[in-house]
């Protein structure tokens, strides 16, 4: 443990803890049936859950939205994910909101939660939760009929670090021998597309950085991260190509915390020739920064899920 853990860590879990009174949706959505805590992989019960939104009237079978919550690969819940999750089910989606294992908690009695301690262990260090993404992706396969689910009109979304996790999950889907490298087993289907919010897609460029440095050497479990086995693989970006189908980005105007990652990520679907959407929230402040999508108060928020969900509204219906 290392002091910039630490504060890295306190001030993660204290934006969480500080915004979740007033982006609490739940209860808003009448229309929207809600389970929690599913069981998704009985290889890890305790914390490979999985939190269900879907329209409680649906005609047909839905099309399935697939979230992966942020947090700097080393804290947060699935919960934090909630509100986003509700709006994308209003709109008609199935939605899985997932968790997944996370490293060594720092501060271990604190922001209970927002960041429970069940979900940390030292073991649980990539590509540990891309592998458990996958299994979510067979729960999906294996429960499509008992949810009336269209596995055609899949989805992945994420946050942040969760939006990093999606564009592997995505290019383990474009590239067999980067699937294999981590260790995935791909369900029959192949995702429709993908939603990455305010992400990271070149880690590398994190290692000059303390702070960033200390999320990386948490993520990988090494302290010199270039020792990892699977450093390479760490950035999604080059095993990215068409085979991606279609792509919605959507980032703050003046997102600090991803240092242009969007736009790199643009620039990659746009060379492999990727059909591909790119939102980016403008109004200082609230609109500008990271994962403002989530602060549901604000009219940013509401402008740009509105565009998200519009967005997956027509690409299923393609």
Request: aromatic share 14%; with cysteine.
């Given at each position: 443990m290392?002091?910039?853990?630490?504060v890295l860590?306190?001030?993660f879990?204290?934006?969480?803890?500080?915004k979740a009174?007033?982006?609490?949706l739940?209860?808003?959505?009448?229309?929207?049936?809600?389970?929690y805590?599913?069981?998704?992989?009985?290889?890890?019960?305790e914390i490979?859950?999985?939190?269900?939104?879907?329209?409680?009237?649906?005609?047909?079978k839905m099309?399935?939205?697939?979230?992966?919550?942020?947090?700097?690969?080393?804290i947060?819940?699935?919960?934090?994910?909630t509100?986003?999750?509700?709006?994308?089910?209003?709109?008609?989606?199935?939605?899985?909101?997932i968790?997944?294992?996370m490293?060594?908690?720092?501060?271990?009695?604190?922001?209970?939660?927002?960041?429970?301690?069940k979900?940390?262990?030292?073991k649980?260090?990539?590509?540990?939760q891309?592998?458990?993404?996958?299994?979510?992706?067979?729960w999906?396969?294996?429960?499509?009929?008992?949810?009336?689910?269209?596995?055609?009109k899949?989805?992945?979304s994420?946050?942040?670090?969760?939006?990093h996790m999606?564009?592997?999950?995505?290019?383990?889907?474009?590239?067999?021998?980067?699937?294999?490298?981590?260790g995935?087993?791909?369900p029959?289907?192949v995702?429709?597309?993908?939603?990455?919010?305010c992400?990271l897609?070149?880690?590398s460029?994190?290692?000059?950085?303390p702070?960033?440095?200390?999320m990386?050497?948490?993520?990988?479990?090494?302290?010199?991260?270039?020792?990892s086995p699977?450093?390479?693989?760490?950035?999604?970006?080059?095993?990215?190509?068409?085979?991606?189908n279609?792509?919605l980005?959507c980032?703050?105007?003046?997102?600090?915390?991803?240092?242009?990652?969007?736009?790199?990520?643009v620039?990659?679907?746009?060379?492999e020739?990727v059909?591909?959407?790119?939102?980016?929230g403008?109004?200082?402040p609230?609109a500008?920064?990271?994962?403002?999508?989530?602060?549901?108060?604000?009219?940013h928020?509401?402008?740009c899920?509105?565009?998200?969900?519009?967005?997956?509204?027509k690409?299923?219906?393609?």
């Amino acid at each position: 443990m290392s002091l910039e853990s630490v504060v890295l860590s306190l001030i993660f879990n204290v934006d969480n803890w500080a915004k979740a009174p007033f982006i609490n949706l739940k209860g808003k959505f009448p229309q929207v049936k809600d389970e929690y805590d599913i069981v998704f992989s009985d290889t890890n019960p305790e914390i490979l859950k999985a939190d269900l939104h879907y329209p409680k009237q649906a005609e047909g079978k839905m099309p399935v939205l697939l979230n992966i919550h942020g947090g700097g690969w080393i804290i947060g819940d699935k919960s934090n994910s909630t509100s986003y999750c509700l709006q994308c089910a209003d709109a008609g989606f199935f939605v899985m909101n997932i968790n997944y294992g996370m490293p060594e908690k720092d501060v271990k009695f604190l922001f209970e939660k927002v960041d429970p301690l069940k979900s940390h262990d030292a073991k649980y260090v990539w590509p540990y939760q891309i592998q458990t993404h996958f299994m979510a992706m067979k729960w999906l396969e294996e429960n499509a009929d008992k949810y009336n689910l269209d596995l055609s009109k899949v989805f992945v979304s994420g946050d942040s670090a969760g939006s990093h996790m999606t564009g592997v999950v995505c290019a383990c889907f474009c590239d067999d021998n980067y699937a294999n490298a981590l260790g995935v087993k791909k369900p029959s289907f192949v995702p429709k597309g993908y939603i990455m919010n305010c992400g990271l897609y070149k880690l590398s460029i994190y290692e000059p950085i303390p702070i960033g440095r200390v999320m990386m050497q948490k993520f990988t479990g090494y302290k010199n991260i270039k020792e990892s086995p699977l450093y390479k693989e760490i950035n999604p970006m080059p095993y990215i190509n068409k085979k991606a189908n279609n792509v919605l980005v959507c980032k703050g105007q003046f997102d600090v915390m991803t240092l242009m990652q969007s736009d790199m990520m643009v620039k990659r679907l746009k060379k492999e020739g990727v059909n591909y959407d790119f939102y980016v929230g403008r109004g200082f402040p609230l609109a500008t920064f990271h994962d403002f999508m989530f602060l549901t108060f604000t009219k940013h928020s509401k402008d740009c899920m509105a565009y998200t969900t519009d967005w997956l509204k027509k690409t299923a219906a393609k």
